[in-house]
Structures are given as C-alpha cells and as structure tokens.
Nanobody, 123 residues
Framework: VQLQASGGGLVQAWGSRRLSCKIS????????MTWFRQAPGKERELVAA???????TYADSVKGRFTISRDNDWNTAYLQMNSLRPKDSAVYYC??????????????????WGQGTQVTVSS
C-alpha cells in the first residue's frame, strides 16, 4: 500500500483547506485511514480516523471543524478543515492500517504512511 498526501499550504485564520491522500495497492477498501499532525517540538498526534466501516473518530481539538471522508472508489481519503486556527499549523500525515482505529493514537500503531504536507495558518 502506498499513500500520497497533498493539499497543504498557507491559509488565513478562520479559513478552510482540504487535504487529500491518494491510496494505491491491493484491497485498499479494507484499510482504515487516519490523519496525524506534528507541530515543531511536539509529538505526532492523531487528528481524525475513519474505519472501512465508516466509523469516525476526532481529536477533541478539531471536533466540529474537521471532517475525514473517503471517495466512493476508496482511492482517496480527505481531511476537510474549517475554521482553521494558528495552532492547527503542522505537518499533516495520512496513514493506513488494516486493524488500527481511532483508538490507536500512537503513530507506531499505523503501518503505512504518506509523506507529510505542511499546513500553515496565519493569524
């Protein structure tokens, strides 16, 4: 399984941004997906996760503002980010795993990773 993240950039506070994660490989519809982020000097943290059964989990800090989704072909996962704040600035990573879910908040629980994409929110 290979993942390729895109969509990062500079956005003003209270603006929106959508990140994409293209997934390739066999049986991609069976994989649970997640987005993590890592700000300078901080640990990588789980932002949102979506299982193949469409169960979603969100970090408290993004509930009501971020939405994780997948397209009907299961080839791309998205993270829609609204009402962005400067503290949302980070490198965002997508990841996939057959078994990990939103309860698996350690990055080591997720097997496949895309490259990061930088999101910078200006005040």
């Amino acid at each position: 399984v290979q993942l390729q993240a895109s969509g990062g950039g500079l956005v003003q506070a209270w603006g929106s941004r959508r990140l994409s994660c293209k997934i390739s490989g066999r049986f991609v519809d069976r994989y649970n997906m997640t987005w993590f982020r890592q700000a300078p000097g901080k640990e990588r943290e789980l932002v949102a996760a979506r299982t193949s059964a469409d169960t979603t989990t969100y970090a408290d800090s993004v509930k009501g503002r971020f939405t994780i989704s997948r397209d009907n072909d299961w080839n791309t996962a998205y993270l829609q980010m609204n009402s962005l704040r400067p503290k949302d600035s980070a490198v965002y990573y997508c990841a996939a795993d057959l078994f990990a879910t939103g309860r698996n908040t350690e990055s080591t629980d997720w097997r496949y990773w895309g490259q990061g994409t930088q999101v910078t929110v200006s005040s």
